[in-house]
């Protein structure tokens, strides 16, 4: 149980005390009325006595009671209603609230810490006035009138006669037959007269001469003048004296009743009652420690203006048998005992100690003896019952019979004179002077005799007080015996069925247990007594249950919290709205956060309903929000049933303030990190053959691969505007704010281009939820050109959109468990800076929403409002965290998180705006195939922009054309049946022999040190103008690896007119092109054998081509034609086909081969120009009667995109300390370089929808160097093996720059000059000399030292068996020097034995370059085997 403020010790005592009658005359209540207070009440304040008192038992031994306190109540002849009763507690107990500052107990038990009201002063209340209203009864006396006061004034005209009446009317009441209530205690009461003398109006002569003739009268103990009034009222505003009445007037007690003559009187409870402050010790229990009581009253109660207390006006009446009882009306305007100073305070006070010492005390104390002595002459046992009882006591016991043996007889009634009641009396008599030995003494004969007698009421009573006694008996003389009580409760319960009997001695019993820590059996008791018939009963004593369980040893908490459920939901049966909250809301500490969702949404239910029902709006809203917000595991009914309750309370509390600010609604839930914004305009959807650039969309994932690629490409370009540096104001250009982006700065938007954030919702419920009215909530600040910053808050979507237009979307459902994102717009018409702070909209749902199931579902909700059950208008705010700061010391040791400001736009002003159209763009090419689109570039901006370039990783894929690109059609519908390359109708005598031209690589914009990624878009006057659009055309060519290619173009632009907030804008483009494989094109380049020349010095190189078809024919190509091989190199041209001379088609069905071999030779010197010149020859072989002139776009254009893309792949080789030793590497690998490149044109010739169509297409082969493969494209390449694993560190020691074995040996071309056969007469002369002239040609452009070695050195004895041997005549080892370039003939001889072939290239040439100190001495290549065939004749 909870803290009280008595003691056990102190409760039982005061709850029984001795009961004096009050029976006043009409001038006697009159006086008092004028205090406002009857004369049972004037005394109130004062009953308890301020000192000890002794009284003699029978034995005549001394016995001293402490802190008496009396009873004194008006004459009733009505026994209160029991409906009465029921209203007064009720009343009792809503009038007790938990004060604001009550001090809380917080308790830790586990993981718990509860927070719990220490006290439970409302269950106080209600036990105290419980116990003052039980009735009273015949089988017990405690109740019952002991003495009664009989009141008449001084100032009547015969006050002893007044006092006759008086006496008369008592003794009438007493024992007239008529009245059987009230109960008098024994038929002799004690008469005790008291004159009432009014000392501001009243003659103090009259009185003291009546007061002394009723001393003769009644004697001087049975008399009393008292003296009030002392001030008249007029002057009660001077001086402020206490008002001890207050705090026990405005506690409704059945012992307060007047006596009225007339008139029912109706029951209202005390509405004031919920600021009721609670006095400092309970209800009587006004003098503690010997203080006076008018200390002891509250502080706060002296002004009376502030405190709601009872006042009676009106009238004294005699209550008539139908009223129930007196009510008081709470007036704050009036004060009580206005007319009296503190010396009547003390008067009264004296008065009541003279009546209790000289009155009801000797009265108490004669009426014991007398009893005494009646007991013991009726059993004719020893002298007192003291001795007495040893012998009851210590003799053999009858056996008890248990209960369920006892017949129902609580029937019995005993006659008043009955020897066991007068036990029973002084037993009580006893109880109540607390000489509690003898009490227990005479409890206990009397149960053994009600017990053998069966009267079982008469028992139950005996056993309840004969466990008190016990319980109360100084020095603990016998343990408390609890199973008394427990008989007694049952035999209440179950055989007299009297409840409230029953629920007194639960009462007394869990206290008394309480106080000995004995919690379990306390609650035990408690519960036992819950039942059906009184629901407030059962509420406090479940929540005492739970008090019990909470402080015990080892707190039950969980038994606590489920206690304070039920006494909750009695509360609630009872009507006691607050406490039933107050019991969830304290329960609900224990059940929160544990994951009991459904006793959670219980106890939430239930707070919101109770909170409602008290008009607390706020704590409804926020219990129900709980509901909806956390993961619910109800079923979607009662979701739905939630739901509508929360959207009901909601639209009640924002009726109550329709002005006030939008609330804060829970659902749906809003991820707000995964907001994201847009600037600009939605795509255009595709037009037929127009497809529109791609550029950014909300649809688009975010990839962080390609958000970088898109941010080297802008500041690719960037940088090159600004002459090769990014300028460090710079920032990437970002149209899609989202969580991943860098939202550190505010983003810029462009006024009169829409802003569009993406809000992404999810409805946690099972029910749909339907939003209408959906908009975003904004802030903005507009600038105008004045620099003055107006601050403008515009939240609701109805004003005037001059500033900001916003976008509603009328109705917008969620569906049950849904994730479902909102895009809302924005137009800013104005420039200045945008906060966009949340979103605003009517939350609903959809009537009969639990059959909803998906969209089809809801037909009813677009034809209007009538479908919405309930809706309410809130908002919800976007509150984005920013990312965590991790860079310093101080962010790494605390958590502090950096802006995110995607949501604050600065509106700038107007920019250009592009819009990319692509028509005929194809998604499948051949790799290497050429197609001709066409691209159009619309300004649909105010603003004319300028500087339009197009950046690209892979500028291969696609060419605007050089400067010649004039010469082909300019528009797609001119162009249908045209080939995109621009060609030439030769003559037959022209086949196969080579058709020159040239062309500049800057003309295609690949001039030097520029970055061929950048690309200018030929706009005609290089700006557009607002509305205005160009199509250019576009070539593309499919790329060499097959597959899917995404390839990104980025579009940049500015506008005329320098702005400084944004520089530059961007589109961006993404295209995706499928490859399939078409040709497969393998080259090498060799030195020609033949050292003739034709046209001067330079040597000739064989080009050998090998084209393979790999077409899998997936795009239905039949077959590929080769139309054309061209050569492209500043320095070397092909000159004609070598075997092709006959056959002029070259078709190559699926998968055929097909080899050409052409001769290349240099170009003249005047073709030549100066190394740093951009000329490149072309050369072309063509294999049909159509030239295409490969130095013209597009031919030219590819084949530089792809040669510069190849030659970004060479990286440069690495420097070396010595000077002269690079330069000589440089000299040495020039030998073997040729930077020849072969274009191969080709036509396919597809059936595509029994159609046939030509494709064109283009192959680039770049050979760098004599005898190594070049391909068309890139070959896979093995994954090398796995090395084996090293576990010592490499020494770093300096590569020194050197050539390869390869480079080395292609210093020096040789070449045998002979007779291919001879016949010679062997007979004759078995020697056979044939002259031999070996020529040396020095390749490279440096001196060169030269050894020819011509002693043989064979491997392998084989060699000699195929060749046979033959010698070399003369000397064996020649030493010479070639100039650059030189050619030298060496005449050798060969000497033959036999006839046969013999194989003349034996020859070793050595070379190194002659100014070098290093040698690098290596053998040089020899040419192919120099066969000579020797006869016989």
Known sequence: MAQCVQSVQELIPDSFVPCVAALCSDDAERLTRLNHLSFAELLKPFTRLTSEVHMRDPNNQLHIIKNLKIAVSNIITQPPQPGAIRKLLSDVVSGSQPADGLVANVITAGDYDLNISATTPWFESYRETFLQSVPASDHEFLNHYLACMLVASSSEAEPMEQFGKLSQEQHRIQHNNDYSYPKWFIPNTLKYYVLLHDVSAGDEQRAESIYEEMKQKYGTQGCYLLKINSRTSNQASDEQIPD?????????????????????????????????????????????????????????????????????????????????????????????????????????RQFVQEFTFRGLLPHIEKTIRQLNDQLISRKGLSRSLFSATKKWFSGSKVPEKSINELKNTSGLLYPPEAPELQIRKMADLCFLVQHYDLAYSCYHTAKKDFLNDQAMLYAAGALEMAAVSAFLQQGAARPYPAHYMDTAIQMYRDICKNMILAERCVLLSAEILKSQSKYSEAAALLIRLTSEDSDLRSALLLEQAAHCFINMKSPMVRKYAFHMILAGHRFSKAGQKKHALRCYCQAMQVYKGKGWSLAEDHINFTIGRQSYTLRQLDNAVSAFRHILINESKQSAAQQGSFLREYLYVYKNVSQLSPDGPLPQLPLPYINSSATRVFFGHDRRPADGEKQAATHVSLDQEYDNESSQQWRELEEQVVALI????????????????????????????????????????????????????????????????????????????????EMIGTEVISEFLINSEESKVARLKLFPHHIGELHILGVVYNLGTIQGSTTVDGIGALPGCHTGKQSLSMSVRGRQD?????????????????????????????????????????????????????????????????????????????????????????????????????????????ESTSVCTALTSSASSVDFGIGIGSQPEVIPVPLPDTVLLPGASVQLPLWLRGPDEEGVHEINF?????????????????????????????????????????????????????????????????????????????????????????????????????????????????????????????????????????????????????????LSSELKKVQPSAHTEKQSVEDAVRLIQKCSEVDLNVVILWKAYVVEDSKQLILEGQHHVILHTVGKEAYSSPQKQEPPEMEPLKFFRPENTAVSSRPSVEQLSSLIKTSLHYPESLNHPFHQKSLCLVPVTLLLSNCSKADVDVIVDLRHKTTSPESLEIHGSFTWLGQTQYKLQLKSEEIHSLQLKACFVHTGVYNLGTPRVFAKLSDQVTVFETSQQNSMPALIIINNV
């Open 1050 to 1202: 980025l579009f940049y632009y500015e506008s005329v007119k320098k702005l400084p907030k944004i520089r530059h804008r961007i589109l961006r483009h993404t295209a995706v092109i499928c490859t399939s494989r078409s040709l497969n094109v393998r080259a090498t380049v060799c030195r020609s054998n033949s050292l003739e020349e034709e046209e001067g010095r330079g040597g000739n190189m064989l080009v050998f081509v090998d084209v393979e078809n790999i077409n899998t024919s997936e795009a239905g190509v039949k077959e590929f034609h080769i139309v054309q091989v061209s050569s492209s190199s500043k320095h070397w041209k092909l000159q004609k086909s070598v075997n092709l001379s006959e056959n002029k088609d070259a078709k190559l069905g699926s998968r055929e081969k097909g080899k050409f071999c052409f001769k290349a030779i240099r170009c003249k010197e005047k073709e030549v120009a100066t190394q740093s010149s951009e000329k490149y020859t072309f050369a072309d072989i063509i294999f049909g009667n159509e030239q295409i002139i490969s130095s013209a776009s597009p031919c030219a254009d590819f084949f530089y995109r792809s």
């Open 878 to 986: 976007l509150e984005i965290q920013g990312p965590r700061l991790n860079s310093t010391k101080e962010e790494k040791t605390s958590i502090t998180y950096g802006p995110d400001r995607r949501l604050d736009p600065i509106i700038v002003e107007e920019m250009p705006l592009l819009e990319v159209f692509f028509i005929h763009f194809p998604t499948g090419l051949l790799c290497g195939e050429i197609r001709k689109a066409y691209v159009e570039f619309v300004n649909v901006s105010k603003c004319p922009l300028t500087g339009l370039k197009v950046v690209c990783k892979r500028p291969e894929f696609f060419t605007f054309g050089g400067n010649t690109a004039a010469l082909t059609p300019l528009s797609p519908a001119a162009s249908e049946n045209c080939s995109a390359y621009k060609t030439v109708v030769t």
């Open 244 to 348: 001890p009445w207050s705090q026990y007037l405005q506690k409704n007690s059945i012992q307060n009743q007047e006596s009225y003559e007339d008139g029912p009187c109706t029951i209202s409870s005390n509405k004031n009652s919920d600021s009721n402050l609670l006095s400092l010790d309970g209800l009587d229990n006004e003098v503690k420690d010997g203080l006076p009581n008018n200390f002891r009253a509250h502080p706060l109660q002296l002004d009376s203006s502030s405190d709601p207390s009872n006042n009676i006006d009106g009238p004294d009446h005699v209550k008539s048998a139908s009223s129930l009882h007196e009510t008081k009306k709470a007036n704050p305007g009036i004060i009580h005992g206005a007319c009296l100073t503190l010396t009547d305070h003390d008067r009264i």
């Open 722 to 801: 600004n002459k090769g540096v990014i300028p460090p104001n710079f920032h990437p250009t970002q149209y899609c704010l989202n969580s991943f982006s860098d939202n550190s700065r505010f983003p810029l938007a462009v006024v009169e281009e829409p802003i569009t954030v993406e809000v992404a919702f999810r409805n946690p419920l099972k029910v749909p939820l339907l939003l209408t009215n959906l908009s975003l909530l904004w802030k903005f600040q507009p600038k105008d050109c004045s620099g003055k910053n107006d601050e403008e808050v515009k939240e609701l979507v109805t004003s005037e959109p």
